[in-house]
């Protein structure tokens, strides 16, 4: 038997089909301006979960990227500190030598004695040097500098400030005051009081140059050291950015659209809806025989 087909199950047909182009043009228009293929989860299950993944680890990648500048900040101002420190011991021991002279008469001593009380606060505030108010020789000390003015060490023994740079490595970023400028009596700040008093008692000084050579030895050693993990924070810097460009094409390739595809579907929808409804109108006249259907 064959199915009469009236208007009306030709128009219903009609709107059931002009409302399905209509979603898929009201979807692209939305795609168009948003810029994006995925607006909600239902959209893409799976690609909104893997973009919750790509996401959480540029999260994470962001964090580890704070976590480096701050050591770079950190291993900055104690590559600066051993550098000056450096020059500061340098000089101490050419005073040393220059005491050692055996012609030397009390007053010449005693200037040289001078030289090395003013050389003993420059020391000290290389080794009290200090990033975004913490002390960068002294780990995870509060009392605001690593050394007290009698060279007695403020920091913890043992304890280390670092930073988390990746997922399951972390960084030293503070240098051990004690190891480079020894603590109290042997430390460095000792040695030149010592000194000075021996210049001023008229007691050789030339005794003491050995122990300088190891106090500059000390210095350099843990500048050294800080080179070392300067270049590898920067290198893993370098990675970082690498490895954030890589999940930005990532998490592009899943959400975004391409803008220049998208306008051309577009249109071509568009052009598909709108011949839809000239057709449907076209063939949806109304003649006598709807009247009398």
């Given amino acids: 038997m064959i199915s009469r087909i009236t208007n009306q199950s030709l128009l219903a047909t009609s709107q059931q089909n002009m409302q399905a182009a209509r979603a898929g043009l009201a979807e692209l228009?939305?795609?168009a301006s948003s810029q994006k293929q995925i607006t909600k989860p239902s959209d893409d299950p799976n690609g909104s979960a893997e973009s919750m993944r790509i996401r959480s680890e540029q999260r994470a990648l962001a964090q580890y990227g704070i976590?480096?500048?701050?050591?770079?900040?950190?291993?900055?101002?104690a590559d600066t500190a051993l550098s000056d420190a450096t020059s500061t011991l340098q000089k101490v021991r050419d005073l040393v030598v220059q005491g050692g002279n055996g012609a030397l008469g009390p007053q010449q001593r005693e200037a040289l004695a001078l030289q090395l009380d003013e050389l003993k606060p420059e020391l000290m505030r290389a080794a009290n040097a200090n990033y975004a108010g913490r002390p960068v020789f002294a780990?995870?000390?509060?009392?605001?500098?690593?050394?007290?003015?009698?060279?007695?060490?403020?920091?913890?023994?043992?304890?280390?400030?670092e930073r988390r740079i990746g997922a399951t490595t972390t960084m030293r970023v503070d240098v051990d005051g004690s190891a480079v400028f020894g603590t109290g009596a042997t430390s460095a700040f000792a040695l030149i009081d010592q000194i000075a008093a021996d210049l001023r008692s008229g007691a050789p000084?030339?005794?003491?140059?050995?122990t300088i050579d190891d106090k500059l030895a000390s210095v350099i050693g843990a500048q050294s050291s800080v080179g070392a993990r300067y270049a590898q924070l920067e290198h893993t810097k370098e990675l970082s950015m690498e490895q954030a460009g890589f999940l930005?094409?990532?998490?592009?390739?899943?959400?975004?659209v391409d803008l220049g595809s998208i306008i051309?579907?577009?249109?071509?929808?568009?052009?598909?809806?709108?011949?839809?409804?000239s057709v449907t109108a076209r063939s949806l006249q109304p003649t006598l025989m709807s009247f009398l259907a």
């Avoid at 000084?205 to 050995?210: A, F, I, N, R, S």
């Avoid at 930005?248 to 975004?256: G, L």
């Avoid at 051309?264 to 409804?277: F, G, I, M, R, V």
């Fill in 205 to 210: 000084v030339t005794t003491h140059l050995d």
């Fill in 264 to 277: 051309l579907e577009l249109k071509t929808q568009e052009l598909a809806y709108q011949t839809a409804l």
């Fill in 248 to 256: 930005e094409a990532q998490r592009a390739d899943i959400e975004d």
């Fill in 29 to 31: 228009q939305n795609q």
């Fill in 67 to 77: 976590n480096v500048s701050d050591g770079l900040g950190w291993l900055t101002i």
């Fill in 139 to 161: 780990g995870n000390t509060d009392a605001g500098v690593a050394f007290q003015p009698d060279g007695s060490y403020t920091g913890v023994v043992g304890s280390t400030v």
